[in-house]
């Protein structure tokens, strides 16, 4: 059974850049959420994708959008980069739309800002 | 909104017991779940109450109390390597069942 898988791992952008951060969703998993997590905080709920549909929003601005593919692996993208989206970008897959009890995280990728 | 407050750092030695507590004010509460972080590492899953009482799971154990909108995780015989930020998590089936994280208890283990 394969893992949650992230690419890149680092990613170093200048601010007003736009990024394209990729997941696979475990083996069998057909819900996806990602999260932001800032150095010394708790990840934060940026979306969730269910079945290639969105499936709850948290408070994020909408220069970050995603997508989910027919495979269920997803992309994450963010536009007009800022400063303060440095941070730990961390997708998580589960199975069924709940999404909730168990997620498995993928090893996430480190966007630094400049 | 939701919020989740617990205690930012917690030292213990090996073999004690320690108790990381968490309070939560939610909407459409569903369940509490906790996560293990290791330094550099991804969030791992460690267990999940959606209903009061305890659920035991090896070394740890988990506690929650609906009507007090409070739970704790339970770590016993504790090792070395449960150093690592220790993460509550509360599922919101009314915001697209999201979950929403506190802002995680450091715990360090010393010898």
């Known amino acids: 059974e394969t893992g949650v898988t992230q690419s890149p791992t680092h990613l170093i952008k200048t601010r007003g850049q736009q990024v394209t951060l990729r997941c696979s969703s475990q083996?069998?998993?057909?819900?996806v959420s990602w999260y932001q997590q800032a150095l010394g905080q708790g990840p934060q709920f940026i979306f969730q994708?269910?079945?290639?549909?969105?499936?709850g929003r948290g408070n994020f601005p909408p220069r970050f959008s995603g997508l989910q593919f027919p495979n269920y692996s997803s992309e994450l993208n963010v536009n007009a980069l800022e400063l303060d989206d440095s941070a730990l970008y961390l997708c998580?897959?589960?199975?069924?739309?709940?999404?909730?009890?168990?997620?498995?995280f993928g090893p996430g990728t480190r966007l630094t800002v400049l | 909104g939701q919020s989740l407050e617990q205690p930012s750092e917690v030292t213990a030695v090996e073999g004690a017991i320690v108790q990381i507590n968490c309070t939560y004010q939610?909407?459409?509460?569903?369940?509490l779940s906790w996560y293990q972080q290791h330094d550099g590492g991804a969030p791992t899953f460690l267990s999940y109450?959606?209903?009061?009482g305890l659920e035991e799971t090896g070394r740890f154990s988990s506690f929650l109390s609906r009507s007090d909108s409070y739970g704790y995780l339970l770590l016993q015989e504790l090792q070395m390597k449960d150093s690592a930020s220790y993460f509550c998590?509360?599922?919101?089936?009314?915001?697209?069942?999201?979950?929403?994280f506190g802002g995680g208890t450091r715990l360090m283990v010393k010898p």
């Open positions: 994708y269910y079945r290639e549909e969105e499936n």
């Open positions: 998590a509360v599922r919101d089936g009314n915001a697209g069942n999201m979950l929403t």
């Open positions: 109450n959606a209903l009061d």
């Open positions: 083996s069998g998993h057909n819900t």
């Open positions: 998580a897959s589960s199975l069924g739309g709940r999404g909730g009890d168990e997620q498995f």
């Open positions: 939610t909407s459409g509460f569903y369940g």
